[in-house]
């Protein structure tokens, strides 16, 4: 009876945690609709903003950006990696922190020093057993992304880049490509370049337009704001993303337990009918033996 009694235990153990799955699947998949919708919108933003750059920066000026001039002296490396608070996601977070350490180590002769900008909980516990003293700030999402954070993190590492003191800056995150899909990405943030037409492509001619007060104005206010718009997005694409890999996680998870409940109450059957099989074999005996 004692068996009997483990694997009923069992079995309770096992339902109250597919509860807490199911709940978190279901959670997630209310976020995940949210978040979708949020970075759905971002990105037809960003797009537009880079490709006015691309139209603005073209045009003949005698003066450029700071944060578009290509440094000649590689000695400073700053990565953003952004991963998400918490687990339970698979692996979600394991992959973007795995294509940061793959990025350090491939440029590792390349600059002199590499530093981190950690963006989410899951980044800085690993970096902080790994690299601690490559990190230069590390700081948790907090919930719902916002872009007040993106802006700050992103006008300290401009301030820097246009200062001379870092020569690279790559973001490193998760891209939410569809529910079941999020891969890890490497985009360059700095230098900011706009993107290139493409060949063939129309392209609008800036000189056929009047820019007041004057291109150069123009890019000292687009180019900083661009740069903020990049780091934004990328937490957005990184917040979707976490949300449908946990969604993911937690159906498989489901499912698991109502595998193992099916199994667990099998074998409780099997248990307690030889229990009763063997209680009817002592009492036949039994009665046997009085005969």
């Known amino acids: 009876m004692a068996n009997l009694r483990d694997i009923k235990r069992r079995i309770v153990s096992v339902q109250s945690t597919q509860k807490i799955t199911s709940a978190m699947k279901m959670v997630a998949a209310a976020k995940l609709r949210r978040a979708q919708e949020a970075i759905e919108n971002a990105r037809p933003y960003a797009t537009r903003m880079r490709s006015t750059l691309e139209e603005v920066s073209k045009g003949s ?8 001039d290509v ?3 590689r000695k400073s490396l700053e990565l953003i ?9 698979g692996a979600f977070n394991s992959a973007v922190l795995k294509e940061a350490d793959a990025l350090l180590a491939e440029r590792e002769g390349e600059f002199e020093k590499g530093g981190l900008t950690l963006l989410g909980k899951k980044a800085g516990e690993y970096f902080s ?7 230069n700030h590390s700081a948790p999402i907090d919930g719902d992304v916002d872009y007040p954070q993106a802006a700050d993190v992103a006008r300290e590492l401009a301030r820097r880049y ?18 079941m899909t999020q891969k890890p990405v490497r985009a360059q943030l700095l230098p900011f370049t706009p993107p290139e037409a493409e060949e ?9 337009y009047e820019i007041e007060p004057d291109p150069e104005a123009l890019l000292k206010a687009l180019v900083p704001k661009a740069v903020e ?10 917040q979707a993303g ?17 595998e193992l409940i099916e199994k667990l109450t099998l074998e409780y059957n099997r248990a307690r009918q030889a229990a009763i099989t063997g209680e009817l074999v002592e009492i036949v005996t039994g009665a046997q033996a009085l005969e």
């Open 242 to 258: 976490e949300h449908a890999a946990r969604m993911t996680a937690m159906e498989a998870a489901t499912k698991n337990t109502e």
């Open 129 to 135: 057993r790994r690299r601690p003293s490559q990190i």
């Open 71 to 73: 440094h000649d002296e």
């Open 200 to 208: 063939g492509a129309e392209s609008e001619d800036v000189g056929g």
């Open 162 to 179: 246009a200062s001379g003191d870092l020569d690279e800056v790559v973001l490193i995150f998760s891209e939410f490509v569809s529910t």
């Open 229 to 238: 718009i990049e780091v934004f997005r990328a937490l957005l694409e990184n």
């Open 61 to 68: 000026l005698d003066e450029g950006h700071p944060l578009l």
């Open 81 to 89: 990696v952004i991963t998400s608070d918490r687990g339970l996601a």
